[in-house]
């Protein structure tokens, strides 16, 4: 069975030293209950409840699944007690607001606790997860009397949300959507329609579950201006505010999927379901937007705590095993053959799986401080800073981070070799589950056009200035530094030519839309590796502050010095294909007619 132990020390490092977080959390409106020891009590309990509870229940919990029993959703053994011990603890309303019965701790420290949950149970995870988005939905948009009936019970964790956007013939083109909605009189509507693959649909593990669905009035316009919010819950609260009568909507079936077997994805049946309208009508989209962006650093986190699971596993392995000799003269002599991290090639998988566990973290971790500002900074210019650098990035946590956990999970399982294949290492499971990652919360190609479409170009590129503007500032700061130069020499071109790629498309695009799409997943994930580059540049000018103090600690700082060594010359030269394929344009991708893609097998 795999093994994990949540990154305290690795944690420590980003959130103490590279992000000072002791300092953001002590400027944070609302931050200063989150002193340095409590954040670290909390990690490391969060640790503990992971390895403890969570891990044992990862690859049961996939080899036994869900099942649908007479309209009820039974979850994996353990799955309930685990839930039930989740809420004892406190844990879901770790970072909501103190009104309505959170503890008020900074959303920065619930995305660290994310990680964690996701190494050791990415499916279990995915119960609570939806919650806190949901929640998020209605403080922001709900009326008084939804927050007083839904909000508090979400905190607590005694009912769990969903999102519920997906339909049979629309997943990306939210426009389609054919779920109706039918005003009752009072201030009710009544809901008809069928959602598919809504996780954590139906489930034994709260007492009742928040619907979010999104669906269309009457009068609506067509396309996606025309969608409205609503709130459905599986009962409806009673005069006290309890689980009362049931309402209409119902799992019609489960999915057979590739991964997260543990977890319940549904097809939801509305048959004339009682709802509330959530924020104006027809404005729904942008009311589930609320939802839609922290969900997607959600699945962002999703990608980087299955590349830490499958590294530490895939290290433990490679210690262990022991084929062939090292080329150069055998290592462990006592030994019939030496263990294949001597190997070259195995050293690449380990490393570029710690390379972007580590890098990952600190770009969710600079991501959290991005949340936390956008939503408690009492100045109004850095909240709007902030606010802007959090649109750019989400799409690149969502989409780069899932997309090099994929890849990270397969070099894992590649470490084992032929036992990679084999159920009982659990390694074939992070790559099944990491699959979905990709998929879920808009695809990377979606993500890829928000990120270079809506973000950057519809901005004339001022977004993105706000953050190249800083990566100048670190390498202008750095420039003298001997120690620093091979990473800030590189990423100071970088930096710069991330503006002309920019600048090339942009300019492509005034005479040819489809040149946004054809640049927009290599930029996505250029723009990805410049990223985890500046922030590699910065833990690297922690780690040799540190050395050059002197500490008693220098293996972990000369570890993160030679994890950067590997990242800027065996990753980072990725984006010189991405940029080759970006400047390559469009033509290639639109010169075949549609007709003709099947000319080598047409009858
Ligand atoms: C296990 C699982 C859990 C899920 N959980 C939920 C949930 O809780 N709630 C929910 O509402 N949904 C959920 N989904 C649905 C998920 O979000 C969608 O599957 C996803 O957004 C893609 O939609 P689609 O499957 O309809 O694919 P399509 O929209 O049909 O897309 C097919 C392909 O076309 C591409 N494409 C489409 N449009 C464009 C375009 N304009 N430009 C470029 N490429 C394009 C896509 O990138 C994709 O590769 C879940 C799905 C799965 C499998």
């Known amino acids: 069975m795999p093994d994990y132990q949540a990154p305290l020390r690795d944690l420590r490092f ?17 931050g200063e209950e989150a002193t340095p020891d409590i954040v670290a009590a909390i990690l490391e309990e969060g640790g ?3 390895r403890e509870v969570l891990l044992p229940l990862n690859q049961s919990g996939d080899q036994e699944g869900c099942r649908l029993e007479g309209g009820e959703v039974k979850t994996p053994r353990g799955f309930k007690d685990a839930y039930a011990r989740y809420v004892e603890g406190g844990w879901p309303g770790l970072s909501a607001a103190v009104e309505h019965g959170g503890q008020g701790l900074p959303v920065s420290l619930g995305l660290a606790l994310s990680e964690m949950i996701c190494s050791s149970n990415l499916a279990w995870g995915m119960y609570p997860g939806l919650s806190h988005g949901a929640a998020d939905a209605l403080r922001h948009h709900g009326t008084e009397s939804q927050k007083t009936t839904y909000l508090s019970k979400l905190v607590e964790g005694v009912w769990t949300g969903t999102m519920c956007l997906t339909e049979p013939h629309c997943g990306t083109d939210l426009g389609l959507i054919k779920t109706r909605a039918v005003p009752e009189g009072d201030d009710a509507y009544r809901i008809t329609g069928t959602k598919i693959f809504i996780s954590a649909g139906e489930h034994d593990l709260a007492e009742n579950i928040v619907h979010l669905v999104l669906a269309k009035l009457p009068d609506a316009p067509e396309g996606s201006r025309g969608i409205s919010l609503f709130v459905v819950p599986k009962f409806l ?29 549904c097809v939801m049946n509305f048959d004339d379901a009682k709802g509330y309208l959530v924020g104006p009508p027809h404005k729904g989209l942008a009311c589930m937007f609320t939802m839609m962006n922290e ?15 499958s590294y530490q596993n895939s290290l433990a392995y490679a210690r262990d095993r022991l084929q062939m000799r090292a080329l150069s003269g055998a290592k462990a002599t006592d030994k019939p053959a030496d263990p294949i991290i001597v190997h070259p090639d195995v050293r690449r998988m380990l490393l570029t799986q710690k390379s972007l566990a580590e890098g990952g973290r600190m770009l969710v971790m600079y991501t959290g401080q991005l949340v936390d500002l956008a939503g408690h900074a009492t100045d109004a210019a850095e909240r709007e800073r902030a606010e802007t650098l959090l649109g750019l990035l989400t799409p690149i946590v969502k989409a780069f981070l899932t997309e090099l956990g994929f890849e990270a999970t397969n070099e894992g399982l590649q470490v084992f070799g032929g036992h990679g294949f084999i159920q009982e290492w659990g390694m074939e499971q992070f790559v099944r589950d990491a699959r979905i990652t990709r998929l879920y919360e808009g695809t990377t190609g979606i993500q890829a056009l928000d990120l270079l479409g809506r973000k950057v170009l519809m901005s004339q590129g001022e977004t993105l200035k706000v953050f190249t503007k800083e990566i100048h500032k670190f390498c202008q700061a750095n420039a003298d530094n001997e120690v620093l130069k091979p990473f800030v020499e590189p990423l100071a071109t970088l930096n710069a030519e991330w503006g002309e790629l920019t600048l090339a498309v942009g300019m492509k695009a005034m005479n040819d839309r ?6 927009s997943v290599d930029y996505l994930l250029y723009s990805g590796y410049v990223t985890l580059a500046y922030l590699w540049a910065r833990a690297v000018a922690t780690a040799e502050r540190a050395l050059a ?3 008693e600690d220098a293996a972990f700082y000369r570890a993160k010095r030679a994890t950067a060594d590997f990242y800027y010359q065996r990753l980072l030269p990725r984006t010189r294909a991405h940029a080759a394929m970006i400047r390559a344009g469009g033509e290639s991708l639109m010169a075949l007619d549609a007709e003709d893609f099947d000319l080598g097998f047409r009858l």
């Open 48 to 50: 503990r409840f992971a």
């Open 514 to 519: 489809e040149e946004v799409g054809a640049a």
């Open 295 to 309: 969900a997607r650093i959600g699945v962002g986190i999703q990608g980087l705590g299955l590349m830490e699971a």
């Open 14 to 30: 980003v959130m103490n030293e590279v992000l000072d977080y002791p300092g953001h959390y002590a400027r944070l409106p609302g």
């Open 237 to 265: 609260p009673d005069a006290d505010g309890n689980p009362g009568e049931r309402n209409g909507v119902t799992c019609g079936s489960l999915e057979h999927k590739m991964g997260i077997h543990g977890n319940a994805t």
């Open 549 to 551: 103090e002197g500490t």
